[in-house]
């Protein structure tokens, strides 16, 4: 598996670089079928960013959310593609969904 395309949805940079939030996403597919692939979307939001948004006493539970300290959204996909791979494409793309949100016509 190998990732296609990255689109941001959205952008949100605060006046510090430890404070950011965004969107995106991601079309991931075989690597050795062009054509066919997967729509996934995720958050990557800061800690900083967090922590001033989210109550004090809060719960969140929400598939998609990856929560940095900085960003590198390329690396967070290919490290979430390389602990998913299975023997076979169906299985690689359910277990990528435990961690994104699959997006489905």
Known sequence: MILKALNTL???LGEEIEDFFFSYKAFIRPENINGAYEVFEFNLISIKRLMAGF???GIM???GWMITKFFDEQDVIKKII???KEDN???TYLKIG????IQRN
């Open 10 to 12: 959205q952008e949100d």
């Open 61 to 63: 539970l929400n598939r």
């Open 82 to 84: 390389c602990i998913c």
């Open 55 to 57: 109550p004090d006493v």
């Open 89 to 91: 494409h169906n299985n």
């Open 98 to 101: 435990t961690y994104l949100r």
